[in-house]
């Protein structure tokens, strides 16, 4: 059976070739079961496959959410030393869902349980993004926020102070732009520091 007739792609970068050699030259397996699960959220058109795609640097599965026709894009690269799988979910608004899209992003969270949840939002409409933030907070889930196109936000003249809405909202917030991977290699910093923390704790 053919991978079209499975309904999954297969697409590979200029960057996930250089990602694959280097896990190779330093004999890191890429075939293992990863260690930890990341899901990206937000709204649509903030970003969110762009931060995927800068955090993703291996082969990139595109397949429909089992039983709909709604396509989730899931990857895997190092954290650190850990493997993990980086899911691209569809747009969500809210928890309280309406549509099919935000019906997967939803149960994508619920089932896959996510050790990670980095919501990315637009820098520009934080007042309207954050409801989700909070939302995922009271779900219980682990979040980092991402704040994206910090950019286009300075341009405008907006401040946004990071390190107070870390502090008013318990949860790291990180600033990037995605277009030109700044931020990206902090993100990925204080993942590794949430995840390996959490996998220090269980083996004690």
């Known amino acids: 059976m053919s991978e079209k007739s499975l309904g999954t792609n297969r697409r590979r970068s200029i960057g996930a070739a250089l990602a694959a050699l280097?896990?190779?030259?330093w004999h890191r397996p890429l075939e293992i079961q990863p260690a930890?699960?990341?899901?990206?959220?937000?709204?649509?058109?903030?970003?969110?496959?762009?931060?995927?795609?800068?955090?993703?640097?291996?082969y990139v599965t595109v397949s429909n959410?089992?039983?709909?026709?709604?396509?989730?894009?899931?990857?895997?690269?190092?954290?650190?030393?850990?493997?993990?799988?980086?899911?691209?979910?569809?747009?969500l608004y809210s928890l309280l869902v309406s549509s099919e899209e935000e019906k997967v992003a939803r149960r994508l969270l619920m089932d896959e349980t996510p050790d990670i949840v980095v919501h990315i939002v637009d820098a520009k409409n934080l007042e309207r993004m954050?409801?989700?933030?909070?939302?995922?907070?009271?779900a219980g889930f682990r979040v980092v926020l991402t704040l994206n196109m910090?950019?286009?936000?300075?341009?405008?003249?907006?401040?946004?102070?990071?390190?107070?809405?870390s502090a008013h909202l318990g949860v790291p917030v990180v600033e990037v732009v995605a277009t030109d991977g700044r931020g990206i290699p902090t993100l990925r910093r204080v993942l590794y520091e949430i995840l390996s923390s959490d996998s220090a704790s269980r083996s004690v």
């Open 22 to 25: 280097w896990g190779r030259l």
């Open 36 to 58: 930890k699960k990341i899901a990206i959220v937000g709204n649509p058109n903030v970003g969110k496959s762009l931060v995927f795609n800068r955090l993703t640097g291996l």
């Open 65 to 91: 959410y089992p039983g709909t026709t709604v396509e989730v894009f899931r990857g895997r690269t190092y954290i650190g030393n850990l493997l993990c799988e980086i899911v691209d979910t569809p747009g």
């Open 130 to 138: 954050l409801p989700l933030t909070l939302q995922l907070i009271e």
């Open 150 to 165: 910090m950019d286009e936000a300075q341009r405008l003249g907006l401040e946004v102070n990071a390190v107070t809405l």
